[in-house]
């Protein structure tokens, strides 16, 4: 009897530090087109850099989250992509690389990517939605909490956006958001 409670006390316990501990499954932008192919789901990019303090900050307070970590997991495909990093990327025919990354500079600024000059980031952190066929649908820059990572999450995931056609439709959803992400 000790035995099966042991046993059972240790499962309940494996179990809800899994559950606490529920991470974003990361691929690179190939996998994540690859993986569209054959089960088509929108694209979450995290643009990021070594050195940007806000960017650990959204890894460590946001990513981390179970409610987001699940969300992200079950409705998009994870993409964490280094601005300043040297990977190369393959996107609608064309190869992007870092052809003036500087290995010595790798956790310091560093040169752009060629892909996050394509798509125009400017800031890190920022976060690239693109729909099921690989196509950019917005990027959104700087650090957000669960609750304001949840918003965006769900207007693109829902297909919401495509419903709004000025600032003032996109205020009232804003507005009308009520968040469910701890």
């Known amino acids: 009897m000790r035995k099966k409670i042991t046993l059972g006390l240790i499962a309940v316990f494996a179990f809800s530090i899994t559950a606490i501990a529920q991470e974003i499954n990361w691929v ?3 996998e994540a087109l690859e993986l569209q192919k054959k089960e088509p789901k929108k694209i979450f990019m995290d643009v990021y850099t070594n050195w940007c303090g806000p960017c650990k900050m959204l890894d460590k307070n946001t990513f981390q989250n179970a409610d987001v970590a ?4 079950k409705h998009f495909y994870a993409v964490k992509f280094n601005a ?3 990977e190369k990327v393959t996107y609608k025919d064309n190869t992007f690389g ?3 990354y500087d290995a010595s500079k790798a ?3 560093n040169s752009a990517h060629e892909f996050s000059r394509y798509l125009q980031v400017r800031a890190y952190p920022t976060m690239v939605f693109f729909d099921e066929e690989g196509n950019v649908i917005s990027p959104i820059q700087g650090y957000l909490k669960p609750q304001q990572l949840e918003l965006y ?3 693109f995931q829902t297909d919401a956006y495509k419903e709004m ?7 009232e959803y804003v507005e009308a958001f009520e968040p469910s992400f701890k």
């Open 70 to 73: 699940a969300y992200v997991n």
């Open 153 to 155: 999450l769900k207007v």
């Open 107 to 109: 956790n310091r600024r």
């Open 165 to 171: 056609t000025t600032q003032e439709q996109f205020n």
């Open 84 to 86: 300043e990093g040297d």
């Open 28 to 30: 690179t932008m190939d």
């Open 98 to 100: 870092n052809p003036n």
